[in-house]
C-alpha cells in the first residue's frame, strides 16, 4: 500500500466520453457503430459495413436530428465539392438504410428531407 496507492488516491479522475462514444463506438438507440471495424450491430446483431458506408453513418451519428445537404455529406464522406453525379450518394444511402433496416415508407433512424438533404434521428429506447 505504499507510494502506488498514495499516487491513485491523489490521481484526478478523467471526465467521462461524451454520451454516445465507448471506446471508438458510437452508441445509441439499439445501434452500436465500431469504426475501426467498420461494423455495425444492431440490438446485438453484427453487420459489416463498407469502409464508406460506416463513415457515412458516422458524420449522421455526429450530426443526428441535424439536416445535411447533399453537399455536406459529400464533403464530409468524399472530401470533394464536386456536385455533378451524386449517384454514389444515393447508392451509399440505400446502403446505409438496408443495414439500419430503415423502411422507404416509415424509417426509423434515416429520415430524406424533400429538397434539403437527409436527417438522422436515433429514437428514444
Known sequence: M????KRRRGRKRTPPKPTGSNQGNLV???LCLNVAEHSLSKGGKPIHMT???CALLQVFIGNRGK????????ERVWETSYM??????????????????D????????????GLGYRFDIPDA
Open 2 to 5: 505504499g507510494q502506488e496507492m
Open 28 to 30: 445509441g438507440g439499439g
Open 51 to 53: 469502409p464508406k458506408t
Open 67 to 74: 439536416v445535411l445537404t447533399r453537399r455536406f455529406l459529400m
Open 84 to 101: 455533378g453525379d451524386t449517384r454514389t450518394l444515393d447508392v451509399r444511402i440505400h446502403m446505409l438504410r438496408k443495414a439500419l433496416g
Open 103 to 114: 423502411g422507404s415508407r416509415k424509417p426509423v433512424y434515416l429520415h430524406t428531407v424533400r
